[in-house]
């Protein structure tokens, strides 16, 4: 006896979380699934999730095309046995699928919820619309077959046999000139200088741009920088440390760490100075709320430490590192960049972040101004760590340096704070064995 499909709906990924976009699907229509699998990735405003198989089967349906949103719950696809059928209905527990073209994301707020069509806005599926701007089918000249009239994917692709095939930007122009393509002259696909030359412009010849759509997690980090750039008024400070002694450590550890099955890393060590560094300076631990005119005074020292992925940037968070030794620091990093990378963090990864450093030095980079976080305060850049003649006690030595840059929102922290904050932090990564007292 055949076991029942298996509906796959939205997770909830995090309390705040109220939506979710389908933003790539690992499996199509019709192919075989083992439990345990990747199906899909998840696109929140907060991280990237694969979502696994939790049985065996085929995948028979799937409701929301890539790129697609839909509310937590919402049907996302059938999983059942081979030769099962499924009706081709969208269920009735789905919202309508707006695909991200057609939803608005607004940077800081905790849910990205997808906004209602304008009335009067063609309606059409999020294949369709794709299919249209990949073959340069101007849409309002589509008539839809779906309920309503809304444009299906079979409508484009009808639309493309019996009509001239023309870029995205030729098909836009035509449209708001009212040419119908079907009068233009082109040696096959109709371009932009076709349109052009068409009206009687004069056509300047150059090569053909190409327009690359922004990822969810890329217009997450442009509105977030944008947000922080816009609002929050910074200045960044360099100061030059001495790495000898946080070399020596991370040396006379590494052996013992390892057989705990840590890795301490240089990060590691300048996290743990940090957070002792922020108990003493709480305002480079607080968060600046300006309706109420109020400072968020954080209990708990939550540094986030800045991971490079595909396709962008993600900061989960060590929790409490004030209350952890340099192992479990290690071991909360390695965990967290580890599952990043494999997209597995989840939410409360992301959230409460208190402190953020962020590291190019691997890159060989002297310096630079890393944009503070909302709703945090400060943000430490470590740069590259290189040999230097420096004057130690009247004579000129080679040591290894580096420069620490941080960026500290004004409204919190003044420049004599900020200055103190890299002063006591150099005091203690020059002379590790102070974070013992």
Known sequence: MSRLSTTLTMPKLGLTMTEGTVSKWMKKEGDPVKSGEVLYVVSTDKITYEVQAERDGVLLKVYVDEDGSVPVGADVAVIGDEGESVSDATPASSEPVASKTETETVAAVPSQIAKPLAKGKLRATPKARKTAEEKGIDLSTVVGTGPDGRIKNKDVLEAVKKGPKASPVAARMAADMGMDLSTINADGRIMKADVM????????????????????????????????????????????????????????????????????????????????????????????????????MHSSVNIGLAVAVDGGLLVPNVKDVQDKGLLDIAKGTDDLVARARDNRLMPADMEGGTFTVTNLGMFGVDSFTPIVNPPESCILAVNSMKEKPVVVDGKIEIRTMTTLCLTADHRSVDGADAAKFLARLKELLESPWLLLL
């Open 197 to 296: 030359a068409a009206t009687g412009a004069v056509v300047r010849q150059e090569a053909a741009d190409s327009v690359v759509p922004m990822s969810t997690m890329r217009k997450i980090i442009a509105q977030r920088m944008l947000e922080s750039t816009l609002t929050v008024p910074t200045v960044t400070y360099d100061m030059e440390i001495d790495c000898s002694a946080m070399m020596e450590l991370r040396g006379k550890v590494k052996a013992a760490a390892a057989e705990s099955g840590a890795k301490v890393s240089y990060n590691d060590i300048i996290m743990m100075a940090c957070s002792r560094v922020l108990q003493e300076q709480p305002m480079c631990n607080c968060s600046t709320d300006m309706e109420d005119m109020t400072y968020i």
